[in-house]
Nanobody, 124 residues
Framework: QVQLVESGGTLVQAGGSLRLSCAAS????????MGWFRQAPGKEREFAAG????????SYSDSVKGRFTISRDNAKSMVYLQMNSLKPEDTAVYYC?????????????????WGQGTQVTVSS
């Protein structure tokens, strides 16, 4: 079955950097667009970044654009989220998700598979 396993979440100070990883298995990885979503306490899960199946197209929410970078390694079935200049408002559980369309999209409903999430806490 399909599994998405996130890692790399931790406590970090504001202004710091962190890289999240997501290991995928059970799917033809290069056919799927991958996304990173996040959910803060008491808030809706929101789109952060997405990357197409080929890795040639990316998209970002306005709140992370210029600070976060999504990338993927299709040979290793991995997707990454490099987060720089972190702010306390970036504190959330970060989820990796896979979209069979192969196109990086920002809608939660577009994604077919989800990981369990990894906690990122940014202290001020």
């Amino acid at each position: 079955q399909v599994q998405l396993v996130e890692s790399g979440g931790t406590l970090v100070q504001a202004g710091g950097s962190l890289r999240l990883s997501c290991a995928a298995s059970g799917l033809t990885f290069g056919r799927y667009a991958m996304g990173w979503f996040r959910q803060a306490p008491g808030k809706e899960r929101e789109f952060a970044a997405g990357i197409s199946g080929t890795g040639t197209s990316t998209s970002y929410s306005d709140s992370v654009k210029g600070r976060f970078t999504i990338s993927r390694d299709n040979a290793k079935s991995m997707v990454y989220l490099q987060m720089n200049s972190l702010k306390p408002e970036d504190t959330a559980v970060y989820y990796c998700a896979a979209d069979f369309s192969g196109v990086a999209r920002g809608m939660k409903s577009a994604y077919n598979y989800w990981g369990q999430g990894t906690q990122v806490t940014v202290s001020s």
